[in-house]
């Protein structure tokens, strides 16, 4: 999730789990979790 200004990251779970999220200044705000086999092409 490209974004200009660069809020929305994604981590690799286990090889086969993507977590979206994004850093606030006191939390982390998970926004989706996905399998990687379903998505492969994010």
Not at 16 to 32: C, G, P, Q, R
């Amino acid at each position: 999730m490209k974004t200009p200004s660069g809020i929305y990251r994604r981590a690799i779970y286990r090889k086969t789990y993507a977590l979206i999220y994004k850093v606030e200044s006191d939390a982390l705000v998970f926004l989706d979790v996905y399998h990687t086999s379903r998505n492969k092409g994010n």
